[in-house]
């Protein structure tokens, strides 16, 4: 048996851990830069405010039904998940992130043991442990524990947040319940097609022959497929690693001036090998691009990119940002006003199997010292040491006027507590 456990609501269930006067109340919480809705809350869904809905196009909703909006704030929220992670770890050893806020366990063995009793009690550890509340289904295969998960989400007063698949009866009336653009897997266009040959729930895509759903839907169409009708196709995952990395941003305002951008092409590009040395990878390319903002016609539009190919493989802050900005002074052209500038890092590679070059090589004095500095920005809690080439200063910021304390990843925003 498979069980998915989700957290419901993460991160606005996240913000009311610290504040506990927020339940019940609608919570919003915006993308980067305060731009567009990401999560919300029950409340929030109640009052029709749409994912990805412009922020300010909602202000006055928010004003008038009283609604906390809060900016990302993934330092907390990465925190959170890792913390219910571990727990859930605890329950089996074969554990599966699939995303920040759920997770396959795979529970083989367990035949004789109640596990609707288990996924009670996961709810009660990892909320009293955390504060955030879980739902969890379980089923033969990984995507009817999609199918449990939401039927333990959509029916709390009947499950208790628990729903066990666990005989043919439940089976078949879980995915007759469930529509057809809700399978997990199956995207819009594909649930259009399914829809006009009269296909509206996942009991009806069971019943298709194998040869149309490969045909037109590919092997994988197939494999889910087999999943729905109780086969199991598809196993855990392990985590693998990136093949391309990025890190772009939008800007807080439009800037015309080479060093300005220059500074955010180089920070992005020690995020990227940061995150290269992390996974223990090497890039051999990379792009950078630079564009305006579509959005304001009445401006001069330009946009540009460049892949670079590096003439040795290498995950060194100091060389990556020597050769992104290479990149860059090949596209920046003055006159325009940039909104977003970005790094992509390419063909990706096992460090430890690098190929060497002949004539040129990464410098092997930077590993060391890039070791270090990893170590020390984690242990500090954010990226305090730089490149000279960086603002040191940190005056660039993402727009975050909305951002809650860091309660778990900083003592000087730690949770106070006044007692009397």
């Known amino acids: 048996m498979f069980a998915l456990v989700d957290a419901n609501n993460f991160y606005?269930?996240?913000?009311?851990?610290?504040?506990?006067?927020?339940?019940?109340v609608p919570i919003v919480v915006l993308s980067n830069n305060d731009g567009c809705v990401i999560a919300r809350s029950n409340e929030a869904k109640a009052l029709g405010i749409k994912m990805g809905a412009p922020a300010f196009e909602f202000e006055k909703t928010f004003e008038k039904e009283g609604v906390k909006v809060f900016s990302s704030n993934y330092a907390l929220y990465g925190d959170m998940s890792a913390r219910v992670m571990n727990i859930l770890a605890t329950y089996c050893?074969?554990?599966?992130?699939?995303?920040?806020?759920?997770?396959?366990?795979?529970?083989?063995?367990?035949?004789?043991?109640?596990?609707?009793?288990?996924?009670?009690?996961?709810?009660?550890?990892v909320t009293q442990g955390t504060g955030i509340p879980i739902s969890v289904g379980f089923?033969?295969?990984?995507?009817?524990?999609?199918?449990?998960?939401?039927?333990?989400?959509?029916?709390?007063?009947?499950?208790?947040?628990?729903?066990?698949?666990?005989?043919?009866?439940?089976?078949?009336?879980?995915i007759r319940w469930t529509e057809i653009g809700d399978v997990w897997g199956?995207?819009?266009?594909?649930?259009?097609?399914?829809?006009?040959?009269?296909?509206?729930?996942?009991?009806?895509f069971t019943q298709m022959s194998d040869h149309w759903v490969q045909k037109h839907m590919s092997i994988v169409g197939l494999?889910?497929?087999?999943?729905?009708?109780?086969?199991?196709?598809?196993?855990?995952?392990?985590?693998?690693?990136?093949?391309?990395?990025?890190?772009?941003?939008?800007?807080?305002?439009?800037?015309?001036?080479?060093?300005?951008?220059?500074?955010?092409?180089?920070?992005?590009?020690?995020?990227?090998?940061?995150?290269?040395?992390?996974?223990d990878s090497c890039c051999n390319a990379l792009m950078v691009f630079v564009h305006t903002n579509s959005f304001r016609t009445d401006q001069a539009q330009y946009a540009r990119n460049i892949v670079v190919k590096l003439p040795y493989?290498?995950?060194?802050?100091?060389?990556?940002?020597?050769?992104?900005?290479?990149?860059?002074?090949?596209?920046f052209r003055k006159g325009y006003g940039y909104k977003k500038a970005g790094v992509i890092v390419l063909d990706i590679t096992p460090a430890d199997s690098a190929q060497r070059m002949l004539f040129e090589n990464s410098d092997p004095r930077h590993?060391?010292?890039?070791?270090?500095?990893?170590?020390?920005?984690?242990?500090?809690?954010?990226?305090?040491?730089?490149?000279?080439?960086?603002?040191?200063?940190?005056?660039?910021?993402?727009?975050?006027?909305?951002?809650s304390p860091r309660y778990t990843t900083r003592l000087d925003e730690i949770i106070t507590i006044h007692a009397k």
């Open 313 to 331: 493989p290498t995950n060194s802050s100091m060389e990556i940002a020597h050769f992104a900005e290479y990149g860059l002074k090949k596209i």
């Open 93 to 125: 050893p074969d554990v599966e992130v699939y995303s920040i806020d759920e997770a396959f366990l795979r529970f083989d063995g367990f035949k004789h043991f109640d596990l609707q009793k288990i996924g009670e009690e996961m709810r009660r550890v």
């Open 186 to 204: 199956i995207g819009r266009q594909h649930a259009k097609r399914l829809q006009a040959l009269g296909v509206n729930n996942a009991l009806q």
């Open 223 to 279: 494999r889910l497929k087999k999943e729905l009708a109780g086969e199991r196709t598809l196993d855990l995952e392990e985590e693998k690693k990136k093949q391309n990395i990025a890190t772009t941003r939008s800007f807080d305002k439009n800037y015309t001036e080479y060093e300005d951008i220059r500074e955010r092409v180089v920070t992005f590009s020690v995020t990227c090998a940061a995150k290269l040395r992390k996974q």
């Open 139 to 174: 089923a033969p295969t990984k995507a009817l524990a999609k199918v449990a998960n939401k039927i333990a989400k959509k029916f709390q007063n009947a499950t208790g947040g628990v729903y066990v698949i666990s005989d043919p009866y439940k089976l078949e009336k879980a």
């Open 367 to 403: 590993a060391a010292i890039f070791a270090v500095v990893d170590k020390l920005n984690k242990a500090i809690g954010s990226p305090k040491i730089k490149l000279a080439s960086q603002d040191l200063g940190r005056t660039w910021k993402m727009k975050q006027e909305r951002l």
């Open 12 to 24: 606005a269930s996240c913000e009311r851990v610290f504040r506990p006067e927020l339940n019940g």
